[in-house]
């Protein structure tokens, strides 16, 4: 980390981050878990898909640092991942960039500067070509990225994490919040939830949002059912809408992706370590929700946790990296291929 020479806003920043998320975790629940700065997850591939057919056998064993391979080592302090039309987009607070990189190649470019701190963000495609929807969590404000120019959608947000699309419009978790709030695509924000214990990574799929509760390992996810939350007369959602369990007992959660597998993807900490599990959801709302012991760990890492950034291809390649390195790595799960040969 040392390695980089940091502004001293970011540093800043990143300290302030710390020392918030901090005492937020240990003010709300209690535990004695690692805490993320404020870089970490991301978001979700095409995250409002229903699931698809791809099949996804047990792993005999996880993966290892060692069977990791490197998709790229030359941004500085990545963030937020996300995987569109064979391309990584991420953002990187260390130096206020948004880079797209070439999945297969590592190929990387400048996409746009401005971008501070941005945990996730959602790309799609528009009448411009490529449009990207980015939640800065250090402006509290909602960008939109059109043609390579930033244009400020919504602000006063409080500490945004997670983003999703839901119908016309977003649902972003607020950190800071302990909320999840709609924005329109001009700016109009809502509280739809409330209660929740420092919402970070977020996934709304065919009949379910998904929400990584980073400042409860009681609640580590939680789910509230899509229909509850569609249309556009939500009011005062959040005094009635409860979200109810999906997965305990996993230590500050982060980023959550759905996979073309159908399964939930979660990124958390196991100690200082960053650890990739997985769980299907399903199976877990019809049981009342599952333990952490049920959750299937996929990616086990030697990065400090937190991992930072998490998205998913089509293809089933795994993409994530830690705040603390330069470097982003992804796991081939859909071929199991690993740059070890460990059996």
Known sequence: MTAFKLRPIIIGTLIVGLLS????AAAQDGLPTKTPSPTPPASTT??????????????EEPFIQADLNILSGN??????????????YASCNGDWTLYEIDAETGATITYLWGIRNAHTLYVEDDATGVGLWVPDFQTNQLVHVVQRTMQTVATGLNGPWGIAPLDDRFLITNLLGNNIVSVTRDGAIEEVVGGLRSPAGLVVVDDAVYVANNGSARRAIEWIDRDSLSGSDVINASAVITPQ????GLQNPTGLTMGPDGLLYVSYALGTRGVIGRVDPVMCRENGGCTNNEVEIVVYTDLA?????LAISPDMRL???TIFSPDIYFADLGTDERTTTRR
Do not use: D, I
């Open 21 to 24: 998320l901090a005492a937020l």
């Open 46 to 59: 095409e995250n409002t898909a229903p699931r698809q057919s791809v099949q996804s056998a047990p792993l």
């Open 75 to 88: 941004v500085q302090r990545p963030n937020g991942l996300f995987w569109h039309n064979g391309k990584v």
């Open 245 to 248: 369990p999906l997965v305990s």
């Open 305 to 309: 946790a937190p991992l930072a950034g």
């Open 319 to 321: 993409y994530t990296h």
